[in-house]
T-cell receptor, first 114, second 110 residues
Framework: DTAVSQTPKYLVTQMGNDKSIKCEQN?????MYWYKQDSKKFLKIMFS???????INETVPNRFSPKSPDKAHLNLHINSLELGDSAVYFC?????????????FGPGTRLTVT | GESVGLHLPTLSVQEGDNSIINCAYS??????FIWYKQESGKGPQFIID?????DKRQGQRVTVLLNKTVKHLSLQIAATQPGDSAVYFC?????????FGDGTTLTVKP
């Protein structure tokens, strides 16, 4: 009964490869997010989708492409991986109805690029 | 003990003491604020929120204070326990977007 799940939990890959991280939420929320957390624990939003539509797209390299096949899923595809992409990536979801903007976070995917 | 989240990223307190974690936000248009707790190896978890039309909100052992004049937010944890050891983030929301502050690492000494 996990609320927000991500796969894989760990991802080790070489520079130049292409990889995907998947995210699913079973909370019925209408908005999903991707965050990047660096080694200093700073959380930076990358993308936000509302009802499968992109609503926030921060300054992120074009190598990063989110895809939302439906409201419950938001996947992150990364092309031509670089060393600086190493970080923990968190998926989150929220429901804008009801006036609370609390975000529910997944367990994170630790990406290591060698 | 006290900490300014952006300038003193670590706070160490004795078990049973009260903890105060501070956060300075930058956007005067922010109308909603949340504190999150992130334990090691996990994603951030909601603790408490406050709207800009309030200056104080209490939860179980936690209190959030908001001072809009100086754009300052604080999280007070009463009777701090070892399980409170974590990184704490404040987040402000404006124009539909939430921005997280730098985290403050709270360590509780037994």
């Amino acid at each position: 009964d996990t609320a927000v799940s991500q796969t894989p939990k760990y991802l080790v890959t070489q520079m130049g490869n292409d990889k995907s991280i998947k995210c699913e939420q079973n909370l019925g929320h209408d908005t999903m997010y991707w965050y990047k957390q660096d080694s200093k624990k700073f959380l930076k939003i990358m993308f936000s989708y509302n009802n499968k539509e992109l609503i926030i797209n921060e300054t992120v390299p074009n190598r990063f492409s989110p895809k939302s096949p439906d409201k419950a899923h938001l996947n992150l595809h990364i092309n031509s991986l670089e060393l600086g992409d190493s970080a923990v990536y968190f998926c989150a979801s929220s429901d804008r109805t009801g006036g609370s903007y609390e975000q529910y976070f997944g367990p994170g995917t630790r990406l290591t690029v060698t | 003990g006290e900490s300014v989240g952006l300038h003193l990223p670590t706070l160490s307190v004795q078990e049973g003491d009260n903890s105060i974690i501070n956060c300075a936000y930058s956007n005067s248009a922010s109308d909603y604020f949340i504190w999150y707790k992130q334990e090691s190896g996990k994603g951030p978890q909601f603790i408490i929120d406050i709207r800009s039309n309030m200056d104080k909100r209490q939860g179980q052992r936690v209190t959030v204070l908001l001072n809009k004049t100086v754009k300052h937010l604080s999280l007070q944890i009463a009777a701090t326990q070892p399980g409170d050891s974590a990184v704490y983030f404040c987040a402000e929301r404006a124009a539909g977007k939430s921005t997280f502050g730098d985290g403050t690492t709270l360590t509780v000494k037994p």
